[in-house]
């Protein structure tokens, strides 16, 4: 499996919608804050819009058909298919990409949106699970 991030012209509206939510959450607390204020402002905002979401949702990870003892807690999972993970950082890395991509895994959900509310203006990441030789 592969992962590719798609333009603004190929985000569904479940992912518009999510995106949007996290653009006024920015706009009304701006950076600066620790991540769990943004969890808490998001979960308000996701209310209030609408948006379906299990806050922190525990996600088994598989081995050769056997659950681990270790589990993955994404921040939410909006509409049952989109993890949302976010962070209060100088900048994202492949560190914070390589987590939303294992909570995908882990979790069976094609598509994550990757925040960071610690810069200046909104940063943001769409990731697709693909399957090994499609693009997109």
Known sequence: MAVGAQSSAERDPRT????????????????????????????????????????????????????????????????????????????LSGVEEAQAINYMKAGGFPVALLFNFGAKSLEHRRLVLTRAGQSR
């Open 16 to 91: 518009y919608a999510i995106i949007g939510a996290a653009l006024d959450v920015h706009r009304e607390l701006g950076c600066g804050f620790l991540e769990g204020v943004y969890q808490e402002a998001m979960t308000i905002e996701l209310s209030e819009r609408g948006i379906p979401y299990r806050r922190e949702a525990e996600l088994p990870v598989l081995c050769k058909g056997k659950t681990l003892s270790a589990s993955y807690r994404p921040d939410f999972i909006c509409y049952d298919s989109v993890v949302v993970e976010l962070k209060a950082l100088a900048r």
